[in-house]
């Protein structure tokens, strides 16, 4: 079983920053992919970006050039730097981490709430 703890959200203007992080606990996260997902009020849960095991990264339309995914696989962390923030960016952001080793796998964190102010 793998925990994830997201941290970093919080309330902000538009045109600000933030960076959230997701440790996760156990020996897997170096193999696996790890992304960003986020669920603002009365919408669905949509993916804003992914990074592979090899670092490989993918971004939604509408976050790209403005946010940032990165990891570092000694700290057992992924991260993601959101700048020239939005309103509509408003949402809960949730952390996942997937793959397969002997069986397949995909973990959730509880997420963080990002409020961007106009």
């Known amino acids: 079983q793998v925990q994830l703890v ?3 959200g919080g309330l902000v203007q538009a045109g ?9 606990s156990g020996t897997i996260f170096s193999i696996s992919a790890v992304g960003w997902y986020r669920q603002g009020p009365g919408k669905e849960r949509e993916s804003v970006a992914n990074i ?3 670092g490989n990264t993918k971004y939604s339309d509408s976050v790209k050039g403005r946010f ?5 696989n000694a700290k ?17 952001y949730y952390c ?4 397969s080793y002997f069986r397949p796998y995909d973990y959730w964190g509880q997420g963080t709430q990002v409020t961007v102010s106009s």
Not at 96 to 99: E, I, P
């Open 68 to 72: 940032t995914i990165s990891r570092d």
């Open 16 to 24: 600000g920053s933030l960076r959230l992080s997701c440790v996760a």
């Open 52 to 54: 592979t095991s090899r």
């Open 76 to 92: 057992n962390t992924v991260y993601l730097q959101m700048n020239s923030l939005k309103p509509e960016d408003t949402a809960a």
């Open 96 to 99: 996942n981490v997937r793959g």
């Open 6 to 8: 997201e941290s970093g």
